[in-house]
């Protein structure tokens, strides 16, 4: 890893090479513990020509209460070079009850890189009985794929405004996760043969979808975390193998 | 949703919409009959059926409030007006990438392909009626393919041309989709006919409001937070027998 430019609280930590031999591992640490209202995160991400890397956050991203009135911000910025690879593991955004949170993620690539992208948005600390008791949550997603604009993925929560229960919202579901996938060998893999063996039942429905160039977008909607949780982390490793 | 006005539930009061042949015309282009094949596409809708989850009034009801706040409303309405805008200003960059933004927001790969085969459509019926050259040149740009051509960015180029009121403009786009939702369950579920009328008498006040609401929307704002709709959108093209393309 050539450059590492950091301010506290984040801190990315040096190349690992744990995994397959050309893949480097880098985790990406918050050491305040959470964010607190009108704390700004900005990430900027440079993944070099043919370079091969494994982001892990080390632990869900807690967002604190907004007692002035102030939102958090978190701003990721990737920018992946020709036949480069980036896996972002997936984990999840926790806002807390009165929370305000506008987190945006862009990402640049080609068409000859790869990416697998996974994320989980919480509704609150579940355990403790606080469900979408947080102030608004904004969450845009993009990906441009040879300068071109091919997913854009815009969600905009705030709890006491919609009936985030009704048919067609969210329903019985609590959690929803996301999975992105861009790769030159994505044309291969069969997506009914893998919506076929997807989790679906009471509490996790989960759809797969083709996007154009060559990248698939997995939609996970859960009641409960943990049954979500494990299911998009299998489908993840699945991609991760195959791809 | 506001409690409406009294005098704006009152849906003899007429007089403040301009009869003419423009509004007939705002009219013929969102008729059912108007053949650009919208009746054939259910946006995700026949998941929900043939999953037994919209055997109802009331689901059906619920559904379409759900699409069009949560979806028409910070989706395809949004673009439909910048569209609109754009053409104001013969900006075909902006018309680009607003196409280009039509297609990112939809996930679900029926719905996508839906929105470019009713944009297309609609244009082949409609380049016969406008002599403007500016659908010309944006007719042009999607046979070039520098356009994918949806739906919802070419009927606001068109309506720009034609002059029609804006807020009328998404107002009839709203009414004409919903009603194009209720119209594919009445017939797939199966509903009554009057469960169908009555179902889009309910939803008279909701699309007028959210014409109003559309009005101060802008780009930034788009989002779509039907996800289950969208999810079920996503499935529909594994379903094993189907009665629509989406």
Not at chain 1, 219 to 230: K, N, S
Not at chain 2, 75 to 95: C, F, S
Not at chain 2, 102 to 114: D, F, N, P, T, V
Not at chain 2, 208 to 232: H, P, R
Request: hydrophobic residues 40%.
């Amino acid at each position: 890893m050539p450059f590492v430019f950091q301010q506290p609280p984040l801190k990315a930590s040096r190349a690992l090479y744990d995994g397959p031999k050309d893949r480097a591992i880098v985790y990406i640490m918050e050491s305040s513990g959470g964010m607190v209202a009108g704390d700004r995160n900005d990430m900027t991400i440079s993944v070099g020509h043919e370079a091969k890397v494994t982001m892990i956050q080390q632990s869900a991203l807690k967002i604190y209460p907004s007692q002035n009135d102030k939102q958090c911000v978190q701003e990721i910025t990737v920018d992946i070079e020709d036949n480069a690879r980036l896996e972002w593991m997936p984990e999840v955004v926790i806002p807390f009850s009165d929370a305000r949170f506008n987190m945006s993620t862009a990402i640049d690539m080609r068409s000859t890189s790869t990416l697998i992208w996974g994320e989980i948005i919480a509704p609150g600390r579940e355990k403790r009985g606080e469900i979408f008791d947080f102030e608004s949550l904004r969450s845009t997603f993009s990906i441009r794929i040879d300068d071109q604009l091919i997913a854009q993925d815009s969600i905009s929560i705030q709890p006491a405004e919609m009936n985030l229960q009704a048919l067609g919202m969210l329903e019985n579901a609590q959690y929803i996760g996301s999975i992105w996938v861009v790769s030159p060998n994505a044309h291969k893999l069969d997506v009914r043969g893998i919506q076929e063996n997807l989790l679906n039942n009471s509490t996790v429905r989960i759809a797969i979808t083709r996007l154009e160039s060559n990248a698939i977008h997995c939609r996970f909607l859960g009641a409960e975390q943990w049954d979500m949780q494990e299911e998009l982390k299998r489908v993840f490793t699945m991609f991760s193998e195959q791809l | 949703m506001k409690q409406q006005k009294s005098d704006s539930n009152n849906r003899l009061n007429t007089a403040d919409i301009h009869i003419n042949s423009t509004f007939l015309h705002l009219m013929q282009i969102h008729d059912s009959a108007f053949p650009i094949g919208n009746y054939t596409h259910s946006y995700g809708m026949e998941t929900f059926i043939q999953e037994n989850r919209l055997q109802t009034k009331e689901e059906l009801l619920e559904f379409c409030k759900t699409f069009l706040m949560h979806n028409l409303l910070y989706g395809d309405v949004i673009l439909i007006q910048e569209a609109y805008r754009a053409t104001n200003i013969r900006d075909l960059n902006k018309l680009q990438s607003l196409d280009e933004l039509c297609g990112a927001i939809k996930l679900a790969k029926e719905s996508r392909e839906a929105s470019v085969n009713v944009g297309k459509q609609f244009m082949r019926t409609v380049l016969p009626l406008c002599a403007d050259p500016f659908l010309t040149k944006w007719h042009t740009c999607v046979k070039s393919r520098k356009a994918k051509g949806h739906y919802a960015v070419v009927l606001g180029i068109y309506c720009a041309l034609n002059e029609f009121d804006m807020e009328m403009t998404v107002m009839m786009y709203m009414y004409s989709t919903v009603n194009g939702l209720i119209q594919n369950a009445v017939r797939s579920v199966p509903f009554g006919q009057n469960t169908g009328v009555q179902s889009l008498y309910e939803l008279l006040d909701w699309v007028t409001e959210a014409a109003k609401m559309a009005q101060k929307l802008t780009v930034d704002d788009v989002s779509n937070n039907a996800l289950s709709i969208e999810l079920s959108s996503m499935k529909h093209e594994y379903l094993h027998s189907r009665l629509f393309i989406s």
